[in-house]
Structure formats: C-alpha cells, structure tokens
C-alpha cells in the first residue's frame, strides 16, 4: 500500500521557537494532504487541508498565522508551528489522499513545547 | 455538513467473541461514504474497512464486517473473534475526512 513518512516522530522545543513537521507520500503523488491534531484520549480534529500548489483550507478555529502549511510538491506538505507555546503541545498527523477515498497516514509527531 | 457521533468510550470484550462498535451519522449528501480506522497505542492510523451509501451489500475485511444500516444512519463495526491485538482506539470517519470521538477497546484474554 501506499506509505505516507512523516518527520519528525517527536520533538521539544522552547516556548518561542518554531517547529517544522514534514509529511512525504513516498510511493505516490499526493495532491491532498490533511493536518489533523490530537490530544491524549481524544479524537483526531482536523486542522487543514492542504492542495499542492494552492494555500491551504482552514478548518475553523485553526489559527493561519500559527500553523503555516506548505504543500509545494506532489510529495510533500509540510506543517510549521509558529512561536509554539505549552498549549501548543500535541500529537499532529498528516494524512494523504483524496476526499471520498481512504487516507493514508503518517506515523505522527509528537510535540512538546516547554 | 456531516456528523458522525460515537457513543461508546470504551468497551470491553473477551479474547475470540465477537464485538460491536457503534457509529452513528448524519449527512444530507445522497451519496456518501463510511470509514473506519484504528488507532494502536504507538499512535498510527490503520485503515479497516469502507462502506459506500449505495454498495448493495455490507462491507467486510476479513474480521471486520461493517452493518450498515442506511434508514437508521448507522454504520457499526463488527469484529470477530476478537485477539488481544485488537485492543487500540477505533474512529468511524465520513467523506469529508472528520472523525467521531472514538472507542476504546480492550480485549481481555
């Protein structure tokens, strides 16, 4: 099947910093990727989804200016999380593939933001 | 807009019986399509099984089956016999790539 990498597994980071999670379809072309976000015990709340080429669709509530996604390749979409902060803290996980049709996971990147 | 809802937090379930994890929705699209997807502690999302709105039949993968149940707007997931290996987050999700609020299974041996 189709493999979707995503980079890093987890990361730490200082309040301030900015962080940057890449997503690569490896096997296939991916002309839509979604961000999604999830918190422990909790479901997976999609952020955004993003179209090579084009800027990326919002869900609401998500903060542009916080979390920059850059689709500029078939193959990869990246998330950059903008002076993180603690409650920015999380487990993010990018998806590839196309409405209607089943998604093809990255592995996730667990965030910690001190 | 879609709605999916998942009602059960969490079930239990012993080793080799059967389960049932509900899922419930809700769209006015007349053509639509039902996921279901796994999630083991270590975090990555597993793809189960999908049932399309106008499949003649329910959808089935191996241990899993899905009862669809169109008039009622339910799509629930069956797992036979069940294995220790079971034990993990399920999500039902609908076209529009949003998922319910998860169950968390545990399989008792």
């Known amino acids: 099947g189709a493999v979707v990498s995503q980079h890093p597994s987890w990361v730490i980071c200082k309040s301030g910093t900015s962080v940057k999670i890449e997503c690569r379809s490896l096997?296939?072309?991916?002309?839509?990727m979604f961000w999604y976000r999830q918190f422990p015990k909790q479901s997976l709340m999609l952020m955004a989804t993003?179209?090579?080429?084009?800027?990326?669709?919002?869900e609401q509530g998500v903060e542009k200016d916080k979390f920059l996604i850059n689709h500029a390749s078939l193959t990869l979409s990246t998330l950059t999380v903008t002076s993180a902060h603690p409650e920015d803290s999380s487990f993010y996980i990018c998806?590839?593939?196309?409405?209607?049709?089943?998604?093809?996971f990255g592995s996730g990147t667990q965030l910690s933001v001190l | 807009a879609q709605k999916i809802t998942q009602t059960q937090p969490g079930m239990f379930v012993q080793e080799k019986e059967a389960v049932t994890l509900d899922c419930t929705y809700d769209?006015?699209?007349?053509?639509?399509?039902l996921f279901w997807y796994k999630q083991p502690s270590s975090g990555e999302m597993i793809f189960l099984i999908y049932?399309?709105?106008?499949?003649?039949q329910n959808a089935t993968e191996g241990r899993y089956s899905l009862n669809f149940q169109k008039a009622r707007k339910s799509a629930n997931l069956v797992i036979s016999a069940s294995q220790l290996g079971d034990s993990a987050m399920y999500f039902c999700?609908?076209?529009?790539?949003?998922f319910g609020a998860g169950t968390r299974l545990t399989v008792k041996p």
């Open positions: 999700a609908m076209d529009d790539m949003r």
């Open positions: 049932q399309g709105s106008y499949d003649q």
């Open positions: 096997d296939f072309q991916a002309t839509t």
């Open positions: 993003s179209n090579e080429g084009s800027k990326a669709t919002y």
């Open positions: 998806s590839a593939g196309q409405v209607g049709e089943k998604l093809f």
């Open positions: 769209t006015s699209d007349p053509s639509y399509g």
